[in-house]
């Protein structure tokens, strides 16, 4: 299921010609709509893969998991750093788990 | 964005590149592929036509959380080894055990390339590669796109992104580049090489996947629903001989929400049980290996249990300490990490619960079976100056990420070596306007227009494979009789692709895949009712020929007339290389 806009977040990436995500969808399915803010625009189409998420520079964007699947409503929000990762998962329950790694460079 | 539609075919842009080594698709294939080409002659003029974003495109756009293939040499594993290995992972074939070798010799310094441009690879305590099973290293590989992408512009080559590529530029029997069209610009690219690899990846999408009916995710899918098979669809338009097609790829996932299971499952223990608690394939598959058994096996397994009342299926991940579990959840958000959420969406401890598993779609994917172009050991095509390399190139399974890129690298040598004894002809003119055509046909029908969307047949096409051609809701099962309405409603749906239309140019993308499709689904038909025999279970079952036809011990292969339209279906011999018992790794 699709990403999630968090529209006070969106700035549309001002300085960009095309929004960080827009970049990145391997689906080609983000775009801007006519409020200048991302969204994607087949939702049904979605992977899942998280690069737009990833790429966002404002944290606007969440992967959300349709009602269909899962229950409303839990969050996976990934903390792009220097060379690492930190995700942050918070389950239905409002359980808390967090992983932190090397993303680039040697793993020691 | 809005975007100017263009009324006629005169208002749309072309341009036209010249270039020595094309190569159609940038993922792990096509990184590898300029990687070594430029390496190898770094004034060579290299371009990737890229449908997506170099950065996160192809199959590992969401990552990869080991690599599949190794061979860790200080336990003496060995290239010979390997090809065994693989041989008996597909049933004892037949495989191109010619390719499979050559790919793994080269595929220890392949892996290693990754390492030094940055991918984290966990390591044991004597500081070699951390093994996951006997071939399978962990990796930290959230970053591997990026990684392999920004290598392949390093060295530089020049990447064209948001390039879907439609069709081969022909010179009579010779390829001689590829055209295609931008996704964003809307114009036509015409790209001139005296090369061309094609490394589009496999072809997703061709059967509907189980989570399409209930819910509104599409592509809870185990391959890049990007993938449609243009590569595989260029080549059989343009006559290209296609091997072992009906040699599907199904894999064992999560049920509900495609995830990983089979390898990651294993290497923490987590087995496969039934309703009833049993290790099923300990206790219904020892005589073909039990957890080690092949691994269409290891898919028939968990959906024979639910046909015969034993369902539902698991893997067994109560067996984890909370420790484990978490690293099995870091794994988890290294290649798929919406399952990870997925999990949380249920408020589901895998510690306490097993997590429910069931078997996916079927796919097209050279890099895991034997599926795609026949390729000779340079990795040419049987179409002069097309090579092939990856998931698209046929006979030479279980590459993975390492061997896909490995194979891309002897596609980039065996391309130059090729390239220096050729001269490019000039540009064909009149072929290239019939293409920009036939490519925004669709985009220019005007807005009262009353037609099909690529979408609706696309769904209408899933819907056919999947209960005529063996699908996922019909267990995999097909007969002669479905097989032929399959065909017949194959040609209806590719008739009637002149009718479909687009609004925009992401539509115009949408229209192009399910021509693609159709053409790979009419040739994938063709070989599952050519193989009258049951030779993978699961992969491929037939109800009216259940058992093994030794005379079909050979590769069945297919090339499509370009001018008729006529798919002529024959096959090649096996020839055992590597000697041994066949289904023993």
Redesign the interface.
């Known amino acids: ?1 699709p990403p999630k806009t968090d529209k006070e977040k969106c700035d549309s990436c001002k300085a960009e010609k ?1 929004t960080l995500c ?8 983000m ?2 709509g006519e409020d200048k803010k991302a969204f994607c ?11 737009c998420v990833k ?1 966002c520079p404002k944290s606007a964007l969440e ?4 009602y ?4 409303h ?4 929000i ?1 903390m792009m750093g220097t060379n690492t ?1 930190t ?1 942050t ?5 409002g ?1 808390v ?1 967090r ?1 932190h ?8 | ?1 809005t975007e100017k539609i263009p009324k006629s075919l005169e208002e749309i842009p072309a341009e036209v590149i010249e270039t020595d080594l094309l190569i159609v698709g940038g993922g792990n294939a096509g990184c590898f592929a300029a990687i070594e080409a430029k390496t190898k002659n770094p004034s060579l003029r290299v371009t990737i036509m890229e449908k ?2 170099i ?4 199959a590992t ?2 990552g990869m959380d080991a690599i599949n293939t190794y061979l860790r040499t200080d336990k003496g594993e060995t290239p010979e080894g390997l090809v065994k290995w693989s041989r008996a992972q597909v049933g004892g074939g037949p495989i191109r055990e010619d390719l499979a070798l050559s790919n793994a010799k080269i595929l220890n310094e392949t892996v290693d390339m990754l390492e030094e441009w ?6 044991d305590e004597e500081g070699h590669k951390q093994l996951r099973g006997r071939f399978d290293v962990s990796i ?1 590989g ?2 591997l796109k990026p ?1 392999m992408a920004e290598k392949a512009m390093e060295m530089g080559a020049q990447v064209f992104n ?1 390039v879907a590529a439609t069709n081969l530029l022909m010179d009579g029997d010779r390829c001689v580049g590829a055209i295609g069209f931008g ?2 610009d809307g114009k036509l690219y015409v790209f001139r090489a005296k090369a061309t690899i094609v490394s589009t990846g496999g072809a997703c999408g061709i059967y509907k996947s189980p ?1 399409t009916d ?8 185990w391959m ?3 993938n449609v098979g243009t590569g595989y669809a260029m080549g059989i338009r343009g006559g290209a001989e296609m091997s072992s097609l009906e040699q599907r790829w199904v894999a064992t996932r999560t049920k ?2 495609s995830g990983p299971v089979d390898t990651l499952s294993v290497a923490f223990g987590c087995m496969i049980i039934n309703a009833k608690g049993e290790k099923v394939m300990q206790v219904r598959y020892a005589d073909k290996g039990g957890d080690k058994a092949a691994r269409f096996y290891r898919l028939t397994a968990p959906m024979t249990e639910w046909l015969e009342g034993r369902g539902p299926t698991y893997i067994d991940t109560t067996v984890l300490t909370p420790e484990a579990a ?1 690293e099995l ?2 794994d988890l ?1 290294n290649e ?3 399952f ?9 401890d895998i510690t306490k619960e097993p997590v429910e598993i069931y078997g996916s779609d079927p796919y097209i994917v050279g890099g895991h079976t034997g599926s795609g172009y026949w390729v000779d050991i340079k990795r040419m095509t049987t179409v002069s100056g097309l090579f092939a390399a990856g998931e698209t190139a046929g006979g030479n399974p279980n590459k993975f990420v390492g061997g896909c890129g490995a194979e891309g690298r002897l596609a980039a040598r065996g391309a130059l070596e090729y390239l220096e004894k050729v001269k490019l002809p000039p540009l064909d003119t009149k072929q290239v306007e019939k293409e920009k055509e036939r490519v925004f046909a669709p985009l220019l029908r005007g807005p009262e227009y009353d037609g099909v969307t690529g979408i609706e047949m696309e769904e209408r096409m899933q819907r056919l494979m999947d209960e005529y051609a063996g699908g996922i809701h019909q267990f995999y099962r097909m007969n002669e009789e479905r097989l032929d309405h399959a065909l017949k409603n194959l040609k209806m749906l590719k008739d009637q692709t002149k009718y479909l239309y687009a609004k925009d140019l ?1 539509g115009l ?1 949408n229209v192009h895949e399910v021509i693609d499709r159709l053409d790979v689904a009419e040739v994938l038909v063709h070989h599952l009712k050519y193989r009258k025999e049951t030779r993978w279970p699961g992969w491929q079952t037939r109800m009216d020929y259940p058992e093994i036809d030794p005379k079909l011990d050979c590769f069945v292969e297919s090339s499509r007339d370009p001018k008729s339209g006529e798919i002529k279906m024959f096959t090649r011999p096996y020839e055992q290389i590597i000697p041994g018992d066949r289904t023993k790794p």
């Open positions: 299921m095309e827009e970049q990145i969808c391997p689906g080609d399915l775009t801007l625009r087949m939702p049904r189409d979605c992977w899942d893969c998280m690069s790429a992967t959300r998991m349709p269909q699947l899962g229950y409503v839990a969050r996976l990934p990762i995700w998962c918070i389950d239905i329950n359980k788990e992983f790694y090397k993303n680039r460079g040697s793993d020691e | 964005m997506a974003h950065s996160r495109s192809g756009a969401a940055g991918l984290p690879f966990l390591k930290h959230e970053q990684i948001r996704v964003r989570t209930y819910s509104s995710a599409h592509h809870q899918t890049s629903p990007f509900d929400f978490h959840k870091e958000l798929r990490p919406s990870v959420l997925f999990l949380a969406s249920r408020g589901h992401h993308m």
